[in-house]
Each structure stands twice: as structure tokens, then as C-alpha cells.
């Protein structure tokens, strides 16, 4: 993706990088796959909760060897705004030369996929530029990469 250049999708921006997704036009209709850009394998699809869009608030569960959310707490919130997310983690490394993407969780009716680290490619299903002081403290982490 864009020649090794640091890339920090947000929000539709995350969801393009999957392989797919797949999208309902309207409620009479069948769902319409769409292809993505194939950077990470999953499939980007309408979360099942209550409500939805799933618009507010909401905590985040990334892994111990974050750099991306290295000084945020738990108790940090963070503004999302969507009604897809990619629901299920697909991708395995089976070698010790290709390390995993970190892979950051939140819930909103059931798990998915709230940010991915991966390399000079980032993404965030939400909005750090809307998340008040945990959102800049990502950006600063981000940028402390390149």
C-alpha cells in the first residue's frame, strides 16, 4: 500500500483496506459485495446491535505491544461514528518473519475491530481527530513513527 509510505486511514479510510465489503442499498435489496484494497484479509459488514449507527463514545482494547495507543488507558473513550466494522480478525501469521498486525477491539453489540497496526499502515475505525485528548495522544503516537 502506497509504496511503503506511512498511511493512517481513518474510518471508511480503515474499511477500504480489507479485502471486502459488504453493504446492504437499502432494506428491500440484496446485500452488495464490494471488493477492497486487499491489505488486510476480512470483510467489512453492518454491525449487529441495538442501535446502529453505532455514534458516541466508547473504550477500546488494544494489545500490550502498542505503539499506536502507547499512553492511553483503559478508561480513555474515543469517538466512533459507523454502522460496518469488520466483525472478525482474519488474518494468521504462520512464520516468525511476518509479525501479525496489532489489532485494537471495542464492542458495540458485539466485537469488532476498532484500529490495526501494521508496519508503516495504520487505521482506526474511529475518529481520533474528534476524541478530544485520547485521539491527539494517537496522532502524536502515529506521527512518533514516521
Same mark, same amino acid.
Given at each position: 500500500?502506497? $509504496?511503503?509510505?506511512?498511511?493512517?486511514?481513518?474510518?471508511?479510510?480503515?474499511?477500504?483496506?480489507?479485502?471486502? $465489503?459488504?453493504?446492504?442499498?437499502?432494506?428491500?435489496?440484496?446485500?452488495?459485495?464490494?471488493?477492497?484494497?486487499?491489505?488486510?484479509?476480512?470483510?467489512?459488514?453492518?454491525?449487529?446491535?441495538?442501535?446502529?449507527?453505532?455514534?458516541?463514545?466508547?473504550?477500546?482494547?488494544?494489545?500490550?505491544?502498542?505503539?499506536?495507543?502507547?499512553?492511553?488507558?483503559?478508561?480513555?473513550?474515543?469517538?466512533?461514528?459507523?454502522?460496518?466494522?469488520?466483525?472478525?480478525?482474519?488474518?494468521?501469521?504462520?512464520?516468525?518473519?511476518?509479525?501479525?498486525?496489532?489489532?485494537?477491539?471495542?464492542?458495540?453489540?458485539?466485537?469488532?475491530?476498532?484500529?490495526?497496526?501494521? $508496519?508503516?499502515?495504520?487505521?482506526?475505525?474511529?475518529?481520533?481527530?474528534?476524541?478530544?485528548?485520547? $485521539?491527539?495522544?494517537?496522532?502524536?503516537?502515529?506521527?512518533?513513527?514516521?
Amino acid at each position: 500500500m502506497a $509504496g511503503g509510505r506511512p498511511v493512517l486511514g481513518i474510518c471508511v479510510g480503515m474499511q477500504v483496506l480489507f479485502d471486502r $465489503g459488504v453493504e446492504q442499498a437499502d432494506v428491500h435489496a440484496e446485500d452488495r459485495a464490494t471488493e477492497g484494497c486487499g491489505e488486510w484479509p476480512g470483510t467489512v459488514e453492518r454491525l449487529r446491535a441495538p442501535v446502529v449507527p453505532h455514534m458516541g463514545w466508547n473504550t477500546v482494547t488494544p494489545p500490550e505491544d502498542t505503539r499506536l495507543f502507547a499512553g492511553v488507558g483503559p478508561e480513555d473513550r474515543f469517538y466512533f461514528v459507523h454502522s460496518y466494522a469488520v466483525r472478525r480478525w482474519e488474518f494468521v501469521s504462520h512464520s516468525d518473519r511476518i509479525r501479525s498486525p496489532r489489532v485494537t477491539w471495542s464492542e458495540h453489540g458485539e466485537p469488532f475491530v476498532a484500529a490495526v497496526e501494521n $508496519g508503516p499502515l495504520s487505521a482506526t475505525q474511529f475518529h481520533p481527530e474528534k476524541s478530544g485528548d485520547a $485521539g491527539a495522544r494517537v496522532l502524536a503516537n502515529w506521527v512518533g513513527t514516521l
